[in-house]
């Protein structure tokens, strides 16, 4: 199950202007593997995971999250920059 609290689904939508529906597509529409973020300063337990994937509409969004008990908890999504989608596009392996 993907799960996204109210506080996060109020931050997509005023900070980053990314709907519910726009995650979900990205997700569903992913086709490389998810990576961990190994910054020091991002560390959590569960560890946080990061993918970039289209929307059925062909926004590109970051989709950063944590999997704790079999779901997805989604924790931000936004649109990527060069640095994110190069090290994305270079680490990730296709699914």
Not at 4 to 14: D, G, N
Not at 17 to 36: C, D, F, K, M, P
Not at 64 to 84: H, L, M, Q, R, W
Not at 86 to 94: D, H
């Amino acid at each position: 199950m993907i799960a996204i609290s109210k506080t996060v689904l109020e931050k997509l939508r005023t900070k980053h202007g990314v709907s519910e529906i726009e995650v979900r597509q990205a997700l569903h529409n992913r086709t490389r593997s998810a990576l961990y973020d190994t910054r020091e300063d991002h560390k959590t337990d569960p560890p946080t995971q990061w993918l970039i994937s289209s929307t059925n509409q062909r926004r590109r969004l970051k989709v950063c999250f944590i999997v704790k008990d079999g779901d997805v908890n989604i924790k931000t999504a936004y649109e990527p920059n060069s640095t994110e989608l190069a090290i994305y596009l270079n680490k990730s392996r296709k699914i």
